[in-house]
Structure formats: C-alpha cells, structure tokens
C-alpha cells in the first residue's frame, strides 16, 4: 500500500494540480501524510474519498500540506465535525466539497463550511443522515454563489420555498 507513493517521492519535479485516489484499503495515513507533504503545495484538486486512513487528523494535515485546494472529494470517509470544523477554518478558497456518505458530521459542519468557504460553488453532501434545514439554510444563506447542491438522503423534512426563490440552484 504505502509502495504506492514510492514512485511519487523520488520525483524533485513533480508538480501535481490534481490527485485521486479513491477506494484503496491497504493505502495507510502516515504514507499518505508522508506523500502530502511531498507534493500538495499545487494540488488544487484533491478526491480521496473511501479511503479508511482519511481521519480528522489526516484531514488537518490535509489542509497544512495543500494550501491551495478549491475542490475536494472527501465521500466516505470517517470524518466528524471537529475534522471538518478545522478544515473548514483553514480551507477559504474551496469552490467545490464532496463529503457524501460521511454520516457523522452534522448541520455544525455545513455551518462551519459556509461560514468560512463563502466561495462554494458546488456542495455534496448525500447521505450525511445527520444534516438537517440548518445545513441547507447555512449555504444559501452564506454561499452567494452555489450552483449545485445535493442534501439527498439526509433528514430534511421540510424546505421553505423562500429559500430556493432568490437562488437558481440545481
């Protein structure tokens, strides 16, 4: 697993704008820390959802090795609402988050999100079952310019049309 990044960390030119790496169970957090350190200083485009090592302290560590990410695929991942709250404060220019299927974060989350990356464009937040109208009132109201949103499979009982009418949301 960790054999993966080898090639990677030989390179003294290696310069990455976008990274994916999404599903692999044997990659582990201090290789992937290792190889962050190494080479997210340009990754602007950043997907590693499913992966079991993405925990809220490789997500901190996320944000101190990639400075500049605007979007993020986090989906599956074992995250909570500290991880994504220190993400959040220090991840300003994200345009784009995926954090569907991560069932521990809650409308704090989302709220610490549209408070802080008032630049979101797009936000995936499918089967995050603890999100709530909160969540959904927290990025129209704080994200000028959403574009798409899905809150699909979350426990959103009732959406005032009020706060669709002045967004053209997908």
């Given amino acids: 697993g960790d054999d993966l990044f080898a ?3 030989q390179r003294t030119d290696l310069i990455l704008e976008q990274f994916a790496l999404s599903g692999f169970e044997n990659v582990t957090a201090n290789a992937l820390k290792h190889f962050l350190e190494h080479v997210g200083s340009n990754i602007k ?3 590693l959802s499913e992966l079991q090592a993405i925990t809220d302290e490789v997500i901190e560590k996320v944000v101190d090795t990639c400075p500049s990410l605007e979007d993020v695929c986090l989906s599956h991942c074992k995250l909570t ?9 220090k991840c300003r220019a994200l345009q784009s988050v995926n954090f569907s299927g991560c069932q521990d974060i809650t409308d704090d989350s989302v709220i610490a ?4 990356c008032s630049l979101l464009r797009k936000v995936q937040l499918s089967w995050c079952v603890k ?5 959904v ?11 798409f949103v899905d809150m699909s499979q979350c426990t959103i009982r009732h959406l005032p049309f009020e706060i669709l009418e002045h967004f053209s949301l997908q």
Avoid: P, Y
């Avoid at 609402?81 to 404060?89: K, P, T, V």
């Avoid at 999100?113 to 802080?116: A, G, H, Y």
């Fill in 7 to 9: 090639s990677f960390l």
């Fill in 131 to 135: 999100l709530t109208e909160k969540s």
């Fill in 81 to 89: 609402d500290q991880g994504i709250n220190r993400f959040c404060a």
């Fill in 137 to 147: 009132d927290a990025l129209v109201t704080n994200c000028q310019d959403l574009t």
């Fill in 113 to 116: 999100l549209s408070t802080n």
């Fill in 45 to 47: 485009v950043l997907d």
